[in-house]
């Protein structure tokens, strides 16, 4: 029996044009995977955005949708193109334009996890690397498509919120010494995939629940965002990234002693979030 290439909760009653999207908390590691694999269980997690599905998993009870991953991240990457192929990885793919997250091992079959640290000994097939597009990238970008849609249809407009988390040590060596770093990262490719006014909004609810925010440093956003990001059509897309060590143990991959506090915070943001989809929508960017 084939695995799920997704987990899309529903909200009994769809209430927002807000939808949540958690394409990097995929924690289903196939025994044949970790067999191929050069690394150790916790090192092929490190690149897996866990537990962050969890911080949001009360979306469908206040009325908006859930699309979270299945397969993890270091197996297929969701928020990249399903063109994205490396050719240091993938046999019989030939370097085209150059392409900074691929040449960094980064692409939608990703090469390599945090630190720079090779998956595999050598490269796989493209036949295995089309397939594994074809299993989990397509439905779960068909799925996503679909809500977005629905949202339109019910609500006028769309709010995409994609939900990661991001290494401590991102935002450990950001400004200058002493300086204050932030626990979250709201990308929205610069003003490119969502409206100044919903964006602003977005932030003050961060703010109010007690978090140091910055925007689009050092992650503006990727594949998602750009894509489904159409401000002009009130289809609005942005990034949210955590930083980890505020919920868990990064060495050991657990949740931390203050995860449960954590996720109540995250019960209130994500109420507010939902909000922001039940009036009018944002005005569309000029």
């Known amino acids: 029996m084939l695995p799920q290439s997704f987990v899309l909760e529903r909200p009994r009653d769809r209430s927002t044009s807000v939808i949540f999207s958690s394409p990097h908390s995929g924690s289903d590691y196939h025994w044949t995977f970790l067999q191929r694999t050069r690394l150790s269980e916790s090192q092929i997690r490190s690149s ?3 537990f962050v599905d969890r911080l949001i998993d009360m979306a469908p009870s206040l009325g908006a949708p859930l699309l979270r991953a299945v397969a993890p991240r270091a197996y297929i990457d969701l928020n990249r193109a399903a063109n994205e192929l490396d050719p240091a990885l993938v046999d019989g793919v030939h370097k085209l334009a150059h392409n900074p997250r691929v040449a960094s091992g980064l692409g939608v079959i990703p090469r390599v996890v945090s630190g720079a640290r090779s998956i595999y ?5 493209r036949t295995e690397a089309e397939s594994r597009i074809e299993r989990f990238w397509h439905p779960y970008h068909t799925q ?3 809500l977005i849609h629905e949202s339109h249809a019910a609500f006028g407009g769309a709010t995409l919120i994609d939900m990661h988390s991001m290494p401590h ?3 450990e060596s950001m400004g200058r010494p002493g300086a204050v770093r932030p626990d979250v990262v709201i990308g929205d490719r610069f003003g490119a995939s969502a409206s100044a006014e919903l964006v602003e ?3 003050a609810i961060f703010v109010g629940a007690g978090f140091n925010v910055a925007r689009n440093a050092p992650f503006a956003g990727a594949y998602i965002v750009q894509t489904y990001g159409r401000p002009a059509r009130n289809q609005h897309a942005v990034q949210i990234e955590i930083d980890r060590s505020l919920y868990m143990n990064e060495e050991t991959i657990t949740p931390n002693s203050c995860f449960d506090e954590f996720r109540a915070v995250m019960a209130g ?3 507010q979030l939902t909000d922001l989809g039940r009036g009018a929508m944002p005005l569309a960017a000029e």
Request: proline share 0%; aromatic share 0%; hydrophobic share 45%.
């Open 169 to 171: 040590e991102a935002v």
């Open 269 to 271: 943001v994500v109420t």
């Open 48 to 50: 897996e955005d866990a």
């Open 144 to 146: 996503l498509a679909t």
């Open 201 to 203: 909004r977005i932030e």
């Open 121 to 125: 000994s050598g490269k796989i097939s």
